[in-house]
């Protein structure tokens, strides 16, 4: 895909920004944005457009004066070839060829007609889906396959629809929203941001935040290889998440591969739904159809406060990344699993030491060892 990004009026009329798949445009009145407006309705960072191959992706990058798309105001919305985006009083308009990388082959590939259809022959159109006011636009495969694509019917902010299967239980539901409440206040970089929460018979839905990207489990298991400093880097993003959902209502987290997300063209690291599994469980609900493969990552800390357990999944965490396997997965435990890591993988002497201290049964060993108390200690080693 190749297009380009022009300002259509004002004083910065005629400038001009092109973009390919894989690019994330920023605008704003920042001299860091790809296309800089120094205009005084338009935020220091305003807003990006994410580029795939098959699609554009405009997010507000929260604004002051919001983003409009053919004058529909919107926090995200999928963009098409002559749409225009309105910054303030600033006209852009969006200007692409989705098929300009293709090969020939895949160019022409089911253009030439081999049948004329009759009026009588032609196929009913499907009726559009609707999920209460979101319309299904496509599946997603980033969560499974409960996953879609949806659109707004109000606002045509696009979202990540996302459902588990639940037993009808009106108690346990009005028990989760009042858990659920949390998640809406959470505005955070190293947070998706869930949207709203609401119930159809057998589903619980989630509205999340659009994201172009993978699970850490899914991203990590298709790089089969993980660089030391690209698995650090994953932990302290993702302690930084953990950190500020603890000082925000959320004292157990739970973080895992299977609930933090790495977006496709950035690579930016986000946790969501935090502590899902431990809210139902506590709202009565019962979840067979939801469970994953995932480790549980069973924690040394379970009579510890709850952030004792975080630390150790965080180790957990790092332990998957760099090995491809999670703690209790291996046929050694304890101290022999770190020294099983040490020498297949020989990571440096911090990653070790880092490992022991979330890791090993405390206070089983020495006390000689010191151990973090809470994952701001993490961060403030990492530095």
Same mark, same amino acid.
């Given at each position: 895909?190749?297009?380009?990004?022009?300002?259509?009026?004002?004083?910065?009329?005629?400038?001009?920004?092109?973009?390919?798949?894989?690019?994330?445009?920023?605008?704003?009145?920042?001299?860091?944005?790809?296309?800089?407006?120094?205009?005084?309705?338009?935020?220091?960072?305003?807003?990006?457009?994410?580029?795939?191959?098959?699609?554009?992706?405009?997010?507000?990058?929260?604004?002051?004066?919001?983003?409009?798309?053919?004058?529909?105001?919107?926090?995200?919305?999928?963009?098409?070839?002559?749409?225009?985006?309105?910054?303030?009083?600033?006209?852009?308009?969006?200007?692409?060829?989705?098929?300009?990388?293709?090969?020939?082959?895949?160019?022409?590939?089911?253009?030439?007609?081999?049948?004329?259809?009759?009026?009588?022959?032609?196929?009913?159109?499907?009726?559009?889906?609707?999920?209460?006011?979101?319309?299904?636009?496509?599946?997603?495969?980033?969560?499974?396959?409960?996953?879609?694509?949806?659109?707004?019917?109000?606002?045509?902010?696009?979202?990540?629809?996302?459902?588990?299967?639940?037993?009808?239980?009106?108690?346990?539901?009005?028990?989760?929203?009042?858990?659920?409440?949390?998640?809406?206040?959470?505005?955070?970089?190293?947070?998706?941001?869930?949207?709203?929460?609401?119930?159809?018979?057998?589903?619980?839905?989630?509205?999340?935040?659009?994201?172009?990207?993978?699970?850490?489990?899914?991203?990590?298991?298709?790089?089969?290889?993980?660089?030391?400093?690209?698995?650090?880097?994953?932990?302290?993003?993702?302690?930084?998440?953990?950190?500020?959902?603890?000082?925000?209502?959320?004292?157990?987290?739970? +973080? %895992? !591969?299977?609930?933090?997300?790495? =977006? /496709?063209?950035?690579?930016?690291?986000? &946790?969501?739904?935090?502590?899902?599994? @431990?809210?139902?469980?506590?709202?009565?609900?019962?979840?067979?159809?939801?469970?994953?493969?995932?480790?549980?990552? +069973? %924690? !040394?800390?379970?009579?510890?406060? =709850? /952030?004792?357990?975080?630390?150790?999944? &965080?180790?957990?965490?790092?332990?998957? @990344?760099?090995?491809?396997?999670?703690?209790?997965?291996?046929?050694?435990?304890?101290?022999?699993?770190?020294?099983?890591?040490?020498?297949?993988?020989?990571?440096?002497?911090?990653?070790?030491?880092?490992?022991?201290?979330?890791?090993?049964?405390?206070?089983?060993?020495?006390?000689?060892?010191?151990?973090?108390?809470?994952?701001?200690?993490?961060?403030?080693?990492?530095?």
């Amino acid at each position: 895909m190749e297009g380009k990004l022009t300002v259509v009026n004002g004083k910065y009329q005629g400038a001009v920004t092109n973009f390919s798949q894989g690019r994330v445009i920023t605008i704003g009145r920042s001299k860091r944005c790809s296309l800089s407006i120094k205009d005084s309705k338009i935020s220091s960072m305003h807003c990006q457009v994410d580029v795939s191959d098959k699609e554009c992706l405009l997010k507000d990058l929260g604004s002051t004066n919001g983003c409009c798309v053919n004058g529909k105001k919107v926090k995200s919305a999928l963009l098409h070839s002559s749409d225009i985006i309105s910054l303030g009083d600033i006209k852009i308009l969006v200007e692409y060829d989705a098929n300009k990388n293709l090969s020939p082959e895949a160019k022409g590939k089911n253009a030439e007609i081999t049948e004329v259809w009759g009026e009588e022959d032609m196929p009913i159109p499907c009726e559009e889906e609707y999920v209460q006011d979101y319309k299904i636009l496509k599946k997603s495969t980033l969560l499974g396959e409960n996953t879609f694509q949806a659109e707004h019917r109000n606002t045509q902010d696009v979202v990540m629809l996302w459902r588990i299967e639940v037993e009808d239980n009106p108690e346990a539901f009005a028990k989760f929203i009042e858990k659920a409440k949390v998640y809406y206040g959470i505005e955070n970089p190293r947070v998706l941001r869930t949207i709203e929460v609401f119930q159809e018979p057998g589903f619980l839905y989630f509205a999340l935040e659009y994201i172009q990207g993978n699970t850490l489990y899914r991203w990590a298991q298709e790089r089969k290889k993980i660089s030391f400093s690209r698995a650090l880097k994953t932990i302290a993003y993702t302690t930084s998440g953990v950190n500020h959902l603890h000082k925000n209502g959320i004292p157990q987290v739970t +973080p %895992s !591969p299977h609930f933090i997300v790495v =977006e /496709e063209v950035t690579k930016k690291i986000k &946790l969501f739904l935090p502590a899902l599994p @431990l809210f139902l469980e506590e709202s009565g609900y019962s979840f067979p159809s939801f469970e994953t493969d995932e480790s549980k990552y +069973p %924690s !040394p800390y379970q009579k510890q406060p =709850e /952030e004792k357990s975080d630390l150790h999944s &965080l180790g957990a965490i790092l332990f998957f @990344l760099i090995s491809g396997f999670s703690p209790d997965r291996i046929p050694v435990e304890g101290e022999q699993a770190l020294s099983w890591l040490k020498e297949n993988y020989n990571p440096s002497q911090d990653i070790q030491a880092l490992l022991s201290k979330v890791l090993l049964p405390h206070p089983q060993i020495k006390k000689t060892k010191q151990f973090y108390d809470e994952v701001t200690e993490i961060l403030n080693e990492m530095k």
